[in-house]
T-cell receptor
């Protein structure tokens, strides 16, 4: 299909390990967002890319979290020294342009991260 | 700041019952408002939206009206079906240049029984 895809769908890791989560946005979408959804909560914004640059990373909780989008398409969210509190579903969304008022954000199925 | 408060669930209704899920918001400026839905085993999908005061968003029999005076965007449906069972999220985005990330409520789980 032509939707947003995320890999892996599930990731189990041990405390202190490094993980990478991948997002493939819809082709041609310039805006890409990462959100984190903890159990029983709504998604919370982490970082936004317009093209290749991280235009707004104000939602990243600390410097263990980092994301890249080197060619303006696929993005990778990287988490260093994982902690149990990082366990959540990580969602990626893309939109044709950044104006979410008029351009729908399409969400991927998410990556469920479990830190033991 | 920007935030969304929505009715806590879970909500259980019989088929053909009337549905209301309350949503109120706090925002700087003039936000756009959304309802997203997450069906079992699926990703978040946009259900409806309204971009200015008094606008009514509608889709699949659901409606919500942007009420600036009460800062609300309540979701309604006149007759729910079993297939409407899902988690519903109210959300807003600030209309501005740059990032237009969504601010979500905590979600309301709806179960419709035959």
């Amino acid at each position: 299909g032509a939707g947003v895809s995320q890999t892996p769908s599930n990731k189990v890791t041990e405390k202190g390990k490094y993980v990478e989560l991948r997002c493939d946005p819809i082709s041609g979408h310039t805006a890409l967002y990462w959100y984190r959804q903890s159990l029983g909560q709504g998604p919370e914004f982490l970082i936004y890319f317009q093209g290749t640059g991280a235009a707004d990373d104000s939602g990243l909780p600390n410097d263990r979290f980092f994301a890249v989008r080197p060619e303006g398409s696929v993005s990778t969210l990287k988490i260093q020294r994982t902690e149990r509190g990082d366990s959540a579903v990580y969602l990626c969304a893309s939109s044709l342009t950044p104006d979410s008022s008029y351009n729908e954000q399409f969400f991927g199925p998410g990556t469920r991260l479990t830190v033991l | 700041g920007n935030s969304v408060t929505q009715m806590e669930g879970p909500v259980t209704l019989s088929e053909e019952a009337f549905l209301t899920i309350n949503c109120t918001y706090t925002a700087t400026g003039y936000p756009s408002l959304f309802w997203y839905v997450q069906y079992p085993g699926e990703g978040l999908q946009l259900l409806l939206k309204a971009t200015k005061a008094d606008d009514k968003g509608s889709n699949k029999g659901f409606e919500a009206t942007y009420r600036k005076e009460t800062t609300s965007f309540h979701l309604e449906k006149g007759s729910v079906q079993v297939s409407d069972s899902a988690v519903y999220f109210c959300a807003l985005t600030r209309r501005q240049t740059g990032a237009n990330n969504l601010f979500f409520g905590t979600g309301t789980r709806l179960t419709v029984i035959p």
